[in-house]
């Protein structure tokens, strides 16, 4: 399809550990975003990727957490040594320019038991 | 202080009422502001940006008071397909978009 995809859907993992969540954007858009979403919260902001710019790191919540953007398209979110915290729905949004309309993924459900 | 600040409700109206909700942002050198609506267990979606002198689109006005750092959004005669919870996204200087935590609108015949 032409939309942002992520995957996987779901993830259960035991804690300790490593996750990692795909992001494959829209093609010719140069921004995405990771966010995570907590049951009944709202968007929690990650990292923001702009082209070949270095990335804004400032809402990854500790150095478990890390993402890169291979090429300027596909992105990983790694979790490390995963803890029951970081059950949540991460959200990935691309967008054609920096500040533009974003346009999300479906996310990816991660259960950390 | 939250960077977004939203009431969370829940707001519980009838069909046809006019519903407002507020949205306040702590930078003051925030560029651009929109609203999302993010229906149940689903993605969130450009609902309308915001402009300085106001916008409307159909039913829904947004507002912007740059002085007050304060955003709103107004939905008048409300439907029953308005159910979902609306967030208040601003773009920072360095183009991160921030979202409040939302506001849940619930419409009932």
């Given at each position: 399809g032409a939309g942002v995809s992520q995957s996987p859907s779901n993830k259960?993992?035991?804690?300790?550990?490593?996750?990692e969540l795909r992001c494959d954007p829209i093609s010719g858009h140069t921004a995405l975003y990771w966010y995570r979403q907590s049951l009944g919260q709202g968007l929690e902001f990650l990292i923001y990727f702009q082209g070949n710019s270095a990335p804004d790191k400032s809402g990854l919540p500790s150095d478990r957490f890390s993402a890169e953007r291979t090429g300027g398209s596909v992105s990983t979110l790694t979790i490390q040594r995963t803890q029951q915290e970081d059950s949540?729905?991460?959200?990935?949004?691309?967008s054609l320019l920096a500040g533009a309309e974003l346009f999300f993924g479906e996310g990816s459900r991660l259960t950390v038991l | 202080?939250?960077?977004?600040?939203?009431?969370?409700?829940?707001?519980?109206?009838?069909?046809?009422?006019?519903v407002a909700f507020n949205c306040t942002y702590s930078n003051s050198a925030s560029q651009?502001?929109?609203?999302?609506?993010?229906?149940?267990?689903k993605e969130p979606k450009l609902l309308m940006s915001v402009y300085s002198s106001g916008n409307e689109d159909g039913r829904f006005t947004a507002q912007l008071n740059r002085a007050s750092q304060y955003i709103s959004l107004l939905i008048r005669d409300s439907k029953l397909s308005d159910s979902a919870t609306y967030l208040c996204v601003v773009r920072g200087n360095n183009n991160d978009m921030r979202f409040g935590a939302g506001t849940r609108l619930t419409v009932k015949p």
């Open positions: 259960v993992t035991e804690k300790g550990k490593d996750v949540a729905v991460y959200l990935c949004a691309s | 202080r939250k960077e977004v600040e939203q009431d969370p409700g829940p707001f519980n109206v009838p069909e046809g009422a006019t651009s502001f929109f609203w999302y609506r993010q229906d149940c267990r």
